[in-house]
């Protein structure tokens, strides 16, 4: 055992990038809602970046180490300290058997994650770890932590090299209104041109109700062509639904496979790591892009792991040359 | 879909002739085995490709789907194979049974023998792991759901709503009439494959007694029971 969990807080889970290749049979993604933030975290601890992490929703949890390693946090700030003194977010930091830590509070943002050195030691379900709770599978015995669950580091590393130079800038700034890009479609000529012009104008707030599953939003209503029903289809992460009430619904980690609402427009992959972070009371303004424009986002975040990966590992490198 | 899905549609409606087109395309897809491409979800009309923008673009995708429709002709599907699911129908298995044949103005017995005689395709799954969407039922059994959900059904329950009918795959919340149960795992996410419907396929239900179907849920959950199958012959 090297974790003992005193506290779950409201909803703690094992989350990885997500169980890929099961939604012809119904069987949704899951997975971090935050993925941006799940990788930095796994690559300042030198693992691969989709390890899989503890996903920390706004009340953290209380987690007694019971032998040494060392962790990253990362996402949202939840005001996490280590016996009393406060934790450094995106950076190395060892903790030693007997040491608790704690979560004092939302400060930014939704989820944090919080990666350990050599990963998790869960069973891969369907080639993921990540839980799906409503099918029971996957992370710890497919739910969130409860007071009492001890959780096993796979392969810890207390000695990593270089460890004080492991660190990164703060990456997950809070935003007061935070513009999410979107491709149109599949289904926006399902929509009024005045419902189009109304989704990407007004500014819309994230209701208390949204979960893992959808960011359900409130504000203007927006128009439908006739009708809001479509025979389903498949649906990806950031995709925007409009049911009948004219609200929209960013599907989210735990999505069902498909849908039968028209999609007015989905959310580019390159800003899921602001959805992930969106809570009760955020603003939020869609923007249209191109999918040229989406996948070149995409394509930056891509180089930017790359790079910060061997600047991380610079010192590795002087030592080897 | 954004920058990560592309969905092909086939029609704007529900009939097995789009069901056989949205097959055929995927099968063609599956053999070109794209780089990039990371899994495909067939529904009733459509094709949904999730793949990797940062291995595959849009465009070069697009151009690859766009080639491959002109050579769909040449695609010969395999035949349908048809899962056989043992059901114990009525009693405590399916509290609704009753009430789907005064419905329907037939005898229980007559509703067990049209529900259990035809050969209905599975269009797609979704809802929840390993719920497949099954067409093809009499319309002399249809019934309307119920009008308060129950709470819980367990596992392997048969149940029919509308016109439509299915086999609920975990225990999940519904309205549909439960008309019977199955011993047969559809879905565990321990076994390899984890789940046993696959779009394309047919489901033939037969009945069995209760001591038949304590028997096959024994074996099930020894994990010693495998589905049987036959090749559909076309008609």
């Known amino acids: ?321 | 879909m954004g920058d990560t899905a592309l969905t092909v549609e086939f029609g704007d409606e529900i009939s097995e002739a789009v069901s056989r087109a949205v097959r055929a395309y995927k099968i063609a897809l599956e053999r070109a085995d794209l780089p990039g491409v990371v899994e495909l979800v067939p529904t009733y009309r459509s094709l949904t490709v999730h793949y990797d923008p940062a291995v595959l673009s849009y465009h070069a995708l697009r151009e690859r789907l766009e080639a491959l429709t002109d050579g769909l002709g040449d695609v010969e599907l395999p035949p349908g194979r048809v899962l056989e699911i043992p059901v114990l129908y009525g009693g405590e298995a399916g509290p609704d049974l009753a009430f789907v044949a005064e419905h329907a103005g037939l005898s229980e017995e007559e509703v067990v023998r049209i529900h259990s005689s035809a050969e209905y395709l599975i269009y797609m799954l979704g809802f929840t792991p390993g719920f497949a969407y099954l067409g093809g039922m009499s319309e002399r059994i249809a019934a309307p759901r119920l009008t308060q959900p129950r709470v819980r059904i367990p596992a392997g329950s048969v149940g029919i709503a509308g016109t439509q009918t299915g086999v609920y795959p975990i225990d999940s919340p519904g309205g549909w009439r439960l008309i019977g149960r199955t011993p047969m795992k559809m879905y565990d996410p321990h076994r390899e494959p984890p789940i046993l419907p696959e779009a394309g396929d047919y489901m033939k239900f037969y009945p069995v007694t209760q001591a038949e179907y304590d028997a096959i849920l024994r074996d099930a959950e020894a994990g010693t029971c495998a589905v049987k199958t036959h090749a559909r012959e076309e008609v």
């Open chain 1, 1 to 321: 055992m090297s974790i003992r969990v005193l506290q779950p807080g409201i909803q703690t889970t094992v989350q990885d990038l997500g169980r890929f290749g099961y939604q012809q049979y119904g069987v949704p993604v899951a997975g971090a809602m935050d993925p941006r933030s799940l990788k930095l975290a796994n690559i300042i601890l030198d693992n691969e970046p989709g390890e899989a992490t503890l996903e920390i929703t706004v009340t953290g949890p209380q987690l007694e180490f019971t032998e040494a390693n060392y962790i990253a946090l990362t996402g949202g700030d939840l005001g996490a300290v280590l016996d009393g003194r406060p934790v450094p977010r995106y950076e190395a930091v060892k903790v030693e058997a007997g040491q608790v830590l704690r979560f004092l509070g939302l400060r930014s943002g939704c989820r944090a994650y919080l990666a350990f050195a050599g990963g998790l030691d869960v069973p891969a379900v369907m080639g993921s770890r990540s839980t799906y709770m409503k099918a029971k599978i996957g992370g710890y015995e497919g739910r969130r932590l409860e007071a009492g669950d001890e959780l096993r580091f796979r392969a810890p590393r207390p000695e990593l090299a270089f460890a004080e130079r492991r660190k990164l800038g703060i990456d997950f700034v809070p935003q007061k209104e935070y513009s999410l890009r979107v491709v149109w479609g599949p289904q926006d000529d399902h929509f009024t041109e005045a419902g189009r012009r109304t989704f990407c104008s007004e500014v819309y707030t994230v209701s208390a109700e949204s979960d893992r599953m959808g960011c359900r939003l409130e504000g203007a209503v927006i128009e439908h062509q006739s009708g809001a029903d479509i025979i389903s289809d498949g649906i990806a992460m950031g995709a925007v639904q409009v049911p009948a009430a004219g609200l929209p619904i960013i599907m989210a980690a735990d999505r069902q496979t498909t849908g039968g609402y028209p999609k007015i427009a989905a959310v580019i992959s390159a800003d899921f790591r602001y959805l992930g972070q969106l809570k009760g009371g955020d603003k939020v303004r869609f923007v249209p892009v191109t999918v040229e424009q989406a996948q070149n986002s995409r394509k930056l975040d891509e180089q930017y792991y790359r790079m910060i990966r061997a600047f991380l590992d610079r010192d590795r490198a002087m030592e080897y040359n």
